[in-house]
């Protein structure tokens, strides 16, 4: 019985070997199938996308920067430029393990310690001290894998650091160069390189607004970079695959020197005056096109950021006070209401609604001419005249003046200033805006006024681009702005005739601005005085005030117009109380810098007061 349960047993366990050793054969055959099948794929069907892969692996796409556009004054003159430097970075961690190890094979070699001083003491004498040797240590010294450190550096000097120290990097940056400093920089404003974008990016005042046309595209390049080390690019092997296109240039209408000169005077009289602030604005009297627009303060855009990076002289709109006369007398001489020796019974005092306006100074009912009620500003005449205009052909005439809409000029953040619209009047309203107040301006608003009447009675928007000059050299001019007329040139030759009384001297016969008059020309301007609102009660200050005047120059073929605003004057000096002065500096410069000639004969003497 033993033996047939063996002999039973034994045949099993051969057949069974047969049937495993077939199963592995067929699996064996079938893996050799399927491998020659993925074989064939890829040779045949993925090679072409494999290589690519492969080659992707081994190539590391990066930026070619496009070289930022200038800025140019009128003249040419570079006001803002970029350059080319480099920022230095370093591996601490890898640094310190390296020269460690390879010091403990060989004491020879140095530390990594004294490798590190070696660095920090050449970087210090190559840079003459702009990165401290101090500085580099603290950077070699951290305990992180990767650190910039430093001020951006020349170019040429970080070649040299990184060609006798590998383990320095040199990281490409742009930087931008402002030559003028603090000239014209609330105009021009900032840039500065933006990591996030591999440029450098407008930041404020038109680098922002011309970002587009200044900043150009970047290009494309490869570079073949070490097995397993993407960041690492192999010298010589880089190719251009789209290259940068460069930006525009952009040329301004503005005068750098005149600029120079205008800045530095307003700042001069805001301290002299106590005002809080000050603006100015110089335009072209026939073109509208702008040569200065500067603020008593302003920032250096290749320094720090820290204050007055606005451009108030555009941003920041007031009470013009008796500036704003000049609608009244212009719609009065078109409607044919009164001529300029209309004589009015001026008396000290006038009632609107519920209002009682008077003078500035204290009076009876005294015979001016309508000339004269510019001359001497007086609010009381001024109304007089504004009853018989009538509401609404004045807020028409305001609107053509351009009051309550932004000029266009293209600056940031302009401001519209404000005209009430008449639904909005209040019965009282019409005591108050004949006389500039109730509605606001800025400096730009206001000159461009009186341009108005200077040209003839065409307002012509004000521009501060002349031109964009492509990389080609192609010069696009900027187009020029559409004329409006106001008034006809009868009537802004009259009242530009008539703002001569302003800053007329003679006895009994003289203006509230002769501190403007210049010797030799004829000036034609107006004085301004309006109070501020008191945040405490919601009335009118009789402390604080806002100081303006607009003048033309020379008054018999006007060349230039200015415009100036000082933000409550606190100072015990006569020149708190006007601006006419400084209008007076700053024409006197206009006439010697443009060669402009003498007016052919003085001004005649217009009579303003009967007695």
Not at 12 to 32: E, F, K, P, Q, Y
Not at 140 to 169: C, R, W
Request: hydrophobic fraction near 40%; glycine fraction near 10%; aromatic fraction near 6%.
């Amino acid at each position: 019985m033993v033996r047939r349960g063996t002999k039973r047993t034994a045949r099993t366990d051969v057949a069974g070997s047969g049937r495993r050793l077939r199963v592995a054969n067929a699996l064996m055959v079938l893996a050799l199938v399927l491998t020659a099948g993925k074989l064939i794929q890829l040779q045949a069907f993925e090679a072409g996308e494999l290589s690519a892969m492969a080659e992707q692996q081994r190539e590391t796409r990066g930026d070619i920067v496009a070289e930022r556009g200038s800025i140019v004054d009128r003249a040419g003159n570079v006001l803002a430029f970029s350059n080319e430097a480099r920022k230095l970075y370093a591996n601490p961690r890898d640094l310190t393990r390296t020269f460690d190890e390879a010091h403990r094979e060989d004491p020879t070699k140095p530390t990594a310690a004294e490798y590190k001083q070696e660095i920090a003491t050449y970087i210090d004498h190559v840079l003459d001290g702009q990165i401290s040797e101090q500085e580099v240590l603290d950077a070699l010294n951290s305990d992180v894998q990767f650190t910039y450190f430093g001020e951006q550096v020349d170019a040429s000097k970080a070649a040299l650091i990184t060609e006798k120290f590998p383990h320095i990097g040199a990281e490409y940056r742009a930087t931008r160069e402002y030559p003028a400093g603090k000239v014209g920089a609330n105009i021009i404003g900032a840039a500065n390189w933006r990591m996030d974008e591999n440029r450098v990016r407008g930041m404020i005042g038109l680098e922002s607004a011309m970002d587009d046309v200044l900043a150009g595209e970047n290009g494309v390049k490869v570079s073949d970079t070490a097995a397993g080390q993407s960041n690492l690019v192999i010298p010589g092997t880089e190719q251009v695959l789209d290259p940068a296109v460069p930006g525009s240039d952009v040329e301004l209408t503005i005068d750098s020197d005149l600029q120079y000169v205008v800045q530095q005077r307003l700042a001069d009289y805001a301290r002299k005056t106590g005002a809080a602030n000050a603006s100015a604005v110089v335009l072209d009297a026939k073109t509208g096109e702008v040569y200065s627009l500067a603020n008593d303060k302003t920032f250096d855009p290749g320094g720090s950021w820290d204050a007055n990076l606005g451009n108030p002289a555009v941003t920041h709109a007031y009470e013009p006070g008796s500036v704003g006369k000049v609608i009244t007398a212009a719609g009065a001489i078109e409607d044919g209401l009164v001529a300029p020796d209309t004589v009015l019974q001026v008396p000290g005092s006038i009632e609107v609604a519920d209002r009682t306006i008077g003078d500035a100074w204290p009076h009876g009912t005294i015979p001016l001419t309508f000339t004269g009620v510019l001359g001497k500003s007086s609010n009381v005449g001024t109304l007089m005249v504004a009853q018989k205009l009538g509401e609404q052909r004045f807020y028409d005439l305001a609107r053509k003046f351009g009051l309550g809409r932004s000029t266009g000029i293209g600056l940031p953040g302009e401001s519209s200033g404000y005209l009430p619209p008449p639904e909005e009047w209040s019965g009282s309203t019409f005591a108050n805006l004949p006389i500039g107040q109730g509605l606001s301006m800025t400096v730009l608003q206001m000159a461009g006024m009186y341009q108005t009447i200077a040209n003839d009675g065409v307002r012509v928007p004000p521009r501060v681009i002349s031109a964009e000059v492509r990389p080609d050299g192609t010069r696009v001019e900027a187009p020029e702005p559409e004329g409006v007329r106001v008034v006809s040139e009868r009537t802004a030759d009259t009242v530009k005739d008539m703002l001569r009384g302003v800053v007329q001297d003679a006895p009994q016969q003289t203006g509230t601005g002769p501190e403007a008059a210049l010797p030799g020309y004829q000036i034609s301007g107006k004085t301004g005085t309006a109070q501020q609102i008191d945040p405490e009660c919601g009335c009118y200050s009789n402390e604080k005030h806002w100081i303006t005047f607009a003048g033309m120059v020379p008054a018999d073929d006007p060349r230039f117009v200015v415009g100036l605003m000082l933000d409550a004057p606190t100072a015990e000096v006569p020149e708190a109380s006007t601006a006419a002065p400084l209008f007076h500096d700053i024409a006197d410069y206009l006439t010697r810098r443009y060669h402009i000639p003498l007016s052919p004969e003085p001004a005649p003497v217009q009579t303003l007061q009967l007695h």
